[in-house]
């Protein structure tokens, strides 16, 4: 199998709404959770997306994880490789979106890196460096939030030269909007001065195509899905990819076995889904407390969810508001009430597919991870989308047979989606 874009995700869901759009804007596409194992049969495609847990683990782990997932895809063809970051340039100080950057640019044989969040599909934009969520500033949006990134500054040039040793550039709207000709003359200039990562501005998709074309000429670049989108329509017109594109159709057969929906995403998108839910299924909302005390509270969700599951689908949420997480952290740590609730939800989301889950669902990028993880999923064939930014998925090589999954970050979706999920998975 020989590849022409690759990509290291920094996170599941991330992972899928990549792919997602690779695969819409004509690319075959599959998702790989981790490196794949050599057993593992993948089929003919002209992009993998491997997905990483590494947004929010030391530095110099995320840095090795990434270094080994880009020689597998170099060593299956690949001549670009994107790594794929969150649209809210999730990261702290420390990282780890410019070490890994700038470690994959090192392995590559140096040189400039584009880097960009802009998905205005999704409410990213960027304009002279800073970040935009759906109109509002980085620092007070939701993201101000976050439980383990808070964000509170929107200038990317700034958040990324706190995360490297070298000058930061930026690429502003006026050069991009003049074409791909000024925008590689503006990085000849940057190399010059010994710049080796550039924010990019972009607030339309034009935008994204133009740094995609300049991009795919590079060895490296560094963005969310919207820069994914952009290389994959210079691939496109490149010529260099195969007449019958991309479908979903094998991705979407019909699967046996029962739905659930399983929850630890705090955003307010999320908070606003469940509410919706509860009119039609049978929501159980956790005690984020009582999941840290100890297991009682799993217990309990399973036996109450293992009553109910075989009479339609069922929620089980370990969601709160942002004052409840604010407080929980400060009486037991952010790394471990979020690790506490990570693994609740993953272990009950592997007890309810041993009832009998085909199809489920996920919300929350950790949340997520550490259920395909308990899962030992290998890897998911894209399927159509559910909402912009989250795809149906189709397991590969599951122990447990074909499932359906939909792995949703915490923002994503409108307020019917997961009913409009589990509608799509029948």
Known sequence: MAILLGSIADDYTGASDLANTLTKNGLRTVQTVGIPDPSLALPEVDAVVVSLKIRSVPASDAVAAAASAERWLRQRGAGHVLYKICSTFDSTDAGNIGPVTEALSDVAGGGIVLVTPA???????????????????????????????????????????????????LIDLTTIAAG????????????????????????????????????????????????????????????????????????????????????????????????????????????????????DEIAAAISWAGDRIFAGPVVVAASAAPETVSRLQSLYGREASGHAIETATSIIAAELVERGVRRLVVAGGETSGAAVDRLAIPAFLIGPEIAPGVPVLRTVGNAQGDML????????GGEDFFTAALAMMH
């Open 405 to 412: 999954l939909a792995l949703k970050s915490g923002n994503f």
């Open 180 to 295: 791909p000709g000024a925008v590689k003359m503006r990085l000849d200039s940057f190399r010059t001065a010994g710049v080796t990562a550039v924010i990019a501005d972009a607030i339309f998709e034009r935008d994204l195509e133009t740094l995609g074309e300049v991009a795919l000429e590079t060895p490296v670049s560094t963005g969310a899905s919207g820069l994914g989108l952009g290389l994959a329509r210079a691939l496109v017109r490149s010529g260099r990819i195969s007449s019958g594109g991309a479908t979903t159709a094998d991705a979407i057969r019909p699967v046996g076995g029962l739905s659930a929906i399983v929850a630890g995403s705090c955003s307010k998108a999320t908070l606003r889904q469940l509410d919706v839910a509860e009119r039609s299924i049978p929501v159980l909302r956790l005690d984020p407390e009582r999941l840290l005390a100890g297991p």
């Open 119 to 169: 998905f205005p599909e999704t409410g990213r934009t960027v304009y002279l460096g800073h970040l935009f969520v759906g109109g509002q500033p980085l620092n007070e949006s939701p993201l101000k939030d976050h439980p383990l990134n808070p964000m509170h500054d929107a200038n990317l040039v700034r958040v990324l030269t706190r995360q490297l040793c070298n000058a930061v550039g």
